[in-house]
């Protein structure tokens, strides 16, 4: 390894530029804690979609892991904000943004939305 740092590296121009930016249907990012998959099926998705939801409990997390990804072409405006409601999240403190905003982030929207119509997932 001592050599390989003290030789000038040789660089050869390339034209191609590769870029990634993952994004989501709907153009959200995915910000938050992860979902316990076993509680989320036993609470909620071997559960009637047409039941209110109110009656559900609250959901469960994975403890310690979390996600922020799918920010796309905005990323670089909207990690700083991730960053606080993951914080936020870890620390136990209130969230920076509103409810139906955190809604709108969550990790298991999609898995939702498709249960709440009936449709698989």
């Avoid at 979902?35 to 009637?48: I, L, M, P």
């Avoid at 109110?54 to 997390?61: S, T, V």
């Avoid at 943004?97 to 009936?118: Q, S, Y």
Wanted: net charge positive.
């Amino acid at each position: 390894l001592p050599n390989w740092i003290n030789k000038p590296a040789r660089l050869e121009k390339n034209p191609y530029k590769v870029g990634f930016r993952p994004t989501t249907p709907d153009h959200l990012p995915l910000i938050g804690a992860v979902v316990n998959a076993d509680h989320a099926a036993q609470a909620y998705y071997q559960r009637s979609h047409t039941h209110a939801v109110f009656r559900y409990p609250n959901q469960q997390y994975q403890t310690g892991l979390f996600v922020s990804n799918g920010h796309g072409a905005r990323g670089l405006m909207s990690v700083f904000l991730a960053a606080e409601i993951i914080y936020a999240q870890i620390t136990n403190k209130t969230s920076p943004i509103a409810k139906n905003i955190d809604n709108a982030i969550h990790l298991e929207r999609f898995k939702v939305r498709n249960w709440r119509n009936g449709k698989e997932f």
